[in-house]
């Protein structure tokens, strides 16, 4: 939160683009129920592990709660984001975890914010970010939408 709080700060004073992402492992309670904790720590560490191979050097990466990911992407905007965060969900699907000759495939679900000129804190950003994501669960899990969709769709219902 320390460094969403600079990565905010310089993307308002410099007027640069600032794009959060939050990934959350689908279905995650029932691997865990499933599986045991131990795995699901180990599916969780696998999953981070990958998602640290696509970034920048810029990025910044953090678990904030359960099997909840942020990522910030500086620079980054909304669109260009979306298309990385598919990358990301792809990658993930692609991933195969093995125990005791067993494969467990995974899938994430992904929300994407932009920065708003009313968001002031990691956690402004944040909440945009997982209305986006609890968006792409309830429309069936394993896709990326972006908070300006969710807009976009309450604006079209509006009219």
């Known amino acids: 939160f320390k460094l969403g709080n600079m990565l905010i700060s310089a993307a308002k004073r410099h007027k640069q683009e600032l794009?959060?992402?939050v990934v959350d492992v689908d279905e995650?309670?029932?691997?865990n129920d499933k599986y045991g904790r131990a795995v699901g720590d180990?599916?969780?560490?696998?999953?981070?592990e990958e998602l640290a191979t696509c970034l920048r050097n810029s990025d910044v990466l953090g678990r904030f709660g359960g099997d909840e990911v942020a990522i910030l992407l500086p620079a980054?905007?909304?669109?260009?984001?979306?298309y990385f965060a598919e990358?990301?969900?792809?990658?993930?699907?692609a991933m195969v975890y093995t125990r005791n000759e067993q494969q467990i495939l995974l899938t994430a679900s992904i929300g994407v914010a932009e920065?708003?000129?009313?968001?002031?804190?990691?956690?402004?950003?944040?909440?945009a970010a997982q209305s986006a994501l609890q968006k792409a669960k309830k429309d069936g899990?394993?896709?990326c939408v972006a908070f300006s969709q969710i807009n976009e769709a309450a604006s079209a219902t509006a009219v």
Do not use: C, G, S, W
């Open 141 to 143: 899990r394993n896709r």
């Open 76 to 82: 980054t905007d909304e669109y260009r984001a979306t």
């Open 19 to 21: 794009t959060m992402l």
């Open 28 to 31: 995650f309670e029932k691997l």
């Open 115 to 127: 920065i708003q000129q009313h968001h002031t804190a990691p956690d402004d950003m944040l909440r």
């Open 87 to 93: 990358k990301l969900r792809a990658a993930i699907e």
């Open 42 to 48: 180990a599916l969780l560490a696998r999953v981070a």
